[in-house]
């Protein structure tokens, strides 16, 4: 759970002959995690494909492409084989697709063209003139564009290389017919306009009118949109009938390059082979029975190692491997034995020589745990020698969102779109992420009843708590409304309090991942922000100096606070008083903490004693919990009284209006002038009209409250679980682990 799953690095040690048998039989168990050879042994190099890898290879592309060009998706599709002849079938697939896509790509090119030359007679059909009426002149120049006709008729009255002109409008576009001087040369209107806004348009070549030239263009366009369709109904139906086919192609050929490059990361002699990686230490024995069925004693397989976990030792070494130095395969009669008598990998000082990587990550968390694994990897995976952070955010996390939502209405959509996520995508993905938003759900209705909230109202609350079970102390308010105000602020300090255990969580761990160097390491590296942290928030919350702290820091757990269970602060524990000559200054017992603390910091690490005030810095971050608790019941109290309305009674205690069956009217007659009518509301104030007006909002309002709890409530718990808590213990960056191999979906053995 905290640790991910125990890997062993395996060794095996064959013949050239028995490998395409060992590779296929690897291939099949999907286990191995294939280490690379780092050509460190004398006489072995990186092996070659086996023969036909390019043949497949280029094969693999041509599927890919097909697919590509016809848009399949890895859809359901029932397992099958492929026929003897499918490359026969593959060619004729490839040319009649190649010819559509080849027609495809003419018709939408001669389509692009005919557009275009619709978008540039638009501007002419305007103007109403035919379209050989504007060019073919020799004694005066015709220019058509768009631009301000004030200052096109300015310019060219203003030009002295023109003696006459004539514009024509229709719309934003001018026409302009001028007659240029004797001794002008050609383009007198261009030279004219040069200081004028003016775009010009280009006089298609043709004798009819605009409109029968566009008539005729849009015929065309209809044409070839015609025959596109066409194009991509043939398309459609070579997609419909060889989709299956193409894709079982496809995996048998991926199949074929993975087993066919494999030889790329073994170590190769001229007669022998040896492969190294990481499996699973509980599949070892499944890994030595398949190999030992399919090639018998003809390959000697062995476990070189298995990966413990040491933070800061990446790895340790738990089995005893045979020790020495591999010889040239190819010396000698060594070579002439190689096919009889397998070598075998050799170590040295218990670890593989040939490969020294390290062992990938697989993560081994419980069920309910697993969707929040993509939350870890979104930052990184966990490396194999640290612990993994998933069970902690599991615990946090929903605890997290459900406080600052914490309505049972949102709640039970959360959990709804969560079970859509989770059953009807194949992505892993966005699966995983429907099991966070089911939990996150489930907190928020568990908070959600102890508020007594549904979608911002209190109604949950005096059912359940005051009728049914006759609680007083339920539901806790949020603190919106005025008489309950001091619960704002009583949020504020259980968020801080959350803070500071989850801090000490995450410090924690860390200490334990420092033991692995001493207790003394863990102590100062570890020990001192722990002391600090708690030295710190224990003065922050004693009566030492009260005076000069915020009330509510004593007030919010008093008798008669917000959340009465009798705490008005720890006491001062005072330990001497130190002169400072202008004064004196009490040194209590927990700023004794955090001084040990600071000191034991400044001994290991000086240079973070810039960092020191991060245990209280860190911790008020934790502040914005209950912000978003606020702003987000504000956000569904605003939506609800826009609807409903409210009113304050004489207490100072607000209700809505039409919760339970009450209306304007009841609040005038009962409390007359003493109670305060807020708002109407608009299911009170319009009929019929403000009744729907009223409902669109109140669903609209609260469909926004919905979302936008994902992208305050999610991404600030997010945040916290990354930033403050994260950098205490975690660092990331773990090798995934990619046995060789590939799980059928389309193709059968």
């Given at each position: 759970m905290l640790r991910p799953e125990q890997m062993s690095k395996v060794s095996v040690t064959g013949s050239k002959g028995i490998m395409p048998t060992v590779i296929e039989t690897i291939h099949g168990l999907n286990l191995v995690h294939l280490s690379d050879y780092d050509g460190s042994w004398e006489g072995f190099d990186n092996g070659n494909p086996i023969e036909g890898a390019d043949d497949a290879s280029e094969k693999l592309v041509t599927v890919r492409a097909l697919e590509s060009t016809l848009g399949l998706s890895d859809a359901d599709v029932a397992p099958g084989t492929i026929e003897d002849d499918w490359e026969e079938r593959l060619e004729e697939i490839r040319t009649r697709v190649n010819d559509l896509d080849d027609r495809r790509t003419e018709v939408r090119e001669q389509l692009r063209r005919v557009k275009e030359r619709i978008d540039r007679v638009a501007p002419f059909a305007e103007l109403g003139i035919d379209l050989d009426l504007l060019s073919g002149y020799d004694s005066v120049e015709v220019l058509v564009g768009?631009?301000?006709?004030?200052?096109?008729?300015?310019?060219?009255?203003?030009?002295?290389?023109?003696?006459?002109?004539?514009?024509?409008t229709g719309g934003d576009v001018v026409a302009i017919v001028a007659a240029p001087t004797d001794d002008a040369e050609p383009g007198?209107?261009?030279?004219?306009?040069?200081?004028?806004?003016?775009?010009?348009?280009?006089?298609?070549?043709?004798?009819?009118?605009?409109?029968?030239?566009?008539?005729?263009?849009?015929?065309?366009?209809?044409?070839?949109?015609?025959?596109?369709?066409d194009v991509d109904a043939d398309l459609?139906?070579?997609?419909?009938?060889e989709g299956s086919f193409l894709l079982r192609v496809e995996e048998e050929l991926t199949i074929e390059v993975q087993r066919a490059e494999a030889p790329l990361q073994f170590a190769t002699s001229k007669h022998a082979f040896i492969a190294e990686g990481w499996i699973p230490t509980d599949e070892y024995d499944t890994l030595v029975a398949a190999l030992n069925d399919a090639v018998g004693d003809s390959i000697e397989i062995e476990?070189?190692?298995?990966?413990?976990?040491?933070?800061?030792g990446a790895h340790t070494h738990t089995e005893d491997v045979q020790k020495g130095a591999p010889a040239a395969a190819d010396d000698d009669e060594s070579a002439a034995e190689a096919d009889d008598e397998p070598q075998k990998a050799v170590t040295d000082g218990g670890s593989a020589v040939t490969m020294g990587d390290e062992p990938p990550t697989v993560q081994d968390n419980p069920g309910p745990a697993k969707p929040f694994e993509v939350l870890v990897q979104a930052v990184n995976r966990p490396k194999y020698s640290e612990l993994d952070p998933t069970i902690f955010l599991f615990l946090t996390f929903p605890a997290f969102?459900?406080?600052?939502?914490?309505?049972?209405?949102?709640?039970?959509?959360?959990?709804?779109?969560?079970?859509?996520?989770?059953?009807?995508?194949?992505?892993?993905g966005i699966t995983s992420l429907g099991g966070v938003a089911i939990w996150a759900g489930i907190f928020t209705i568990l908070f959600g009843i102890v508020y007594g909230e549904i979608f911002g109202l209190h109604v949950l609350g005096e059912v359940i708590w005051h009728d049914t079970l006759n609680v007083e102390l339920l539901p806790l308010n949020k603190g919106l409304e005025p008489a309950a105000a001091d619960f704002a602020l009583g949020w504020m300090v259980i968020s801080v309090l959350a803070g500071i255990v989850h801090l000490n969580i995450g410090y924690i761990v860390d200490f334990y991942e420092n033991l692995s160097h001493g207790v003394k390491d863990a102590l100062l590296h570890s020990g001192s922000w722990i002391l600090m942290l708690n030295g710190i928030w224990i003065w922050i919350f004693s009566t030492h100096g009260e005076g000069s702290k915020p009330d509510f820091l004593f007030t919010t757990f008093a008798s008669d606070g917000p959340f009465p269970i009798g705490f008005a602060g720890f006491p001062e524990w005072g330990l001497v008083t130190i002169p400072l000559g202008f004064t004196e200054f009490l040194l209590t017992a927990p700023l004794l903490v955090f001084l040990v603390g600071l000191a034991m910091l400044a001994i290991s690490e000086p240079v973070e004693i810039v960092e020191s005030l991060d245990?209280?810095?860190?911790?008020?971050?934790?502040?914005?919990?209950?912000?978003?608790?606020?702003?987000?019941a504000g956000m569904a109290f605003v939506v609800n009284l826009l609807f409903f309305g409210g009113y304050e009674d004489p207490d100072g205690a607000f209700h809505f209006l039409g919760s339970a069956g009450h209306e304007p009217a009841y609040v005038a007659e009962h409390y007359g002038g003493e109670a305060t009518l807020i708002f109407d509301g608009l299911m009170?104030?319009?009929?019929?009209?403000?009744l729907l007006g009223g409902l669109v909002i109140l669903v609209l309002g609260h469909v926004v409250v919905l979302v936008l709890g994902v992208t305050s409530a999610g991404l600030q718990g997010v945040r916290l679980e990354y930033v403050e808590f994260f950098n205490k213990f975690y660092e990331g960056g773990g090798a995934n682990y990619e046995p060789f191999g590939h799980d059928r979906n389309h193709s059968a053995e």
């Open positions: 768009e631009g301000p006709q004030e200052a096109i008729e300015g310019a060219l009255d203003a030009s002295d290389d023109i003696r006459a002109f004539e514009t024509f007198v209107i261009d030279d004219a306009l040069v200081g004028v806004e003016f775009a010009r348009h280009e006089v298609p070549d043709t004798e009819k009118s605009p409109e029968a030239y566009v008539d005729e263009l849009e015929s065309r366009r209809a044409d070839l949109e015609s025959k596109l369709e459609e139906q070579i997609r419909g009938t476990e070189l190692e298995r990966a413990d976990y040491d933070r800061h969102f459900g406080f600052m939502i914490g309505d049972v209405g949102y709640g039970i959509l959360y959990v709804a779109i969560g079970a859509y996520m989770a059953t009807q995508f194949d992505s892993k245990v209280v810095v860190n911790v008020f971050s934790y502040t914005r919990m209950g912000a978003v608790l606020l702003a987000k009170h104030m319009g009929g019929i009209a403000g």
